[in-house]
């Protein structure tokens, strides 16, 4: 599987919106982080975001939610234009019905575990997911430090998946930058979500074609 680049836009400049996500083309996806103040203490934006991120770039979106009640709320950012639309195991309650649903819609689906949540009981459902998204950070800004007692799940995950020749993607997000990128990589990840790193670069177009050719 090709290493995939997702920037996310959560720390970009989005009083400049259109023009960030342009910086950022040549990466693979544009990811969307949704924060609704009770599961994650921080708030951010919702469906009229995804919207709008439809309306002005060609790249697949891949929505994190990081929100409860994912059950009620997730396939609404379908409709919205998400490719990829990524819950939290923890706050779904009914994860493989509402990832069967965001199928049914033609979406991807994705799953997410917060970087204390035990990766063992996804593994008997691998084949329900598109995705699963290890946080190695604690889930709710950007910015953070990378936590590296997180890979053991990455490698768990990416050892499961080979086993049962599956096509699933191992997404990591949170801290990657041009150093911990390569011990995700090392782990089994192949989808590397992005944010600071590459919105703090002087030229994030230049930074994600830096990023490639380290995953190259
Ligand atoms: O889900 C997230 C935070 O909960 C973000 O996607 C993540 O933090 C990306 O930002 P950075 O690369 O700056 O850590
Ligand atoms: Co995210």
Excluded: C
Excluded at 137 to 162: D, W
Excluded at 169 to 182: C, L, S
Excluded at 191 to 210: H, K, M, Q, T
């Amino acid at each position: 599987m090709n290493a995939k680049i997702s920037p996310s836009i959560l720390n970009s400049d989005i009083a400049h919106l259109a023009d960030e996500i342009e910086a950022i083309s040549a990466a693979d996806r544009v990811h969307v982080d949704v924060m609704d103040g009770h599961f994650v203490p921080n708030l951010s934006w919702g469906v009229p975001i995804v919207q709008a991120v439809a309306g002005v770039t060609e790249l697949p979106i891949d929505t994190h939610l990081m929100i409860e009640a994912p059950d009620r709320w997730a396939p609404d950012y379908v409709t919205a234009g998400s490719t990829v639309v990524t819950f939290h195991w923890e706050a779904a309650t009914a994860p493989i019905r509402l990832a069967r649903e965001l199928r049914n819609m033609g979406a991807k689906a994705g799953v997410a575990l917060r970087p204390g949540t035990p990766v063992e009981p996804i593994l008997d459902h691998l084949e329900e997911f598109d995705l699963v998204l290890i946080m190695t950070v604690e889930p709710g800004f950007g910015g953070q430090k990378f936590l590296p007692n997180t890979l053991g799940k990455v490698r768990a995950v990416k050892n499961a998946i080979r086993e049962r020749n599956l096509d699933v993607e191992v997404q990591v997000d949170g801290g990657v930058n041009r150093e911990t990128i390569h011990e995700a990589l090392a782990a089994g990840a192949d989808n590397f979500v992005i944010g600071s790193a590459l919105f703090s670069a002087e030229d994030p177009s230049v930074e994600v074609l830096a990023f490639r050719e380290i995953l190259s």
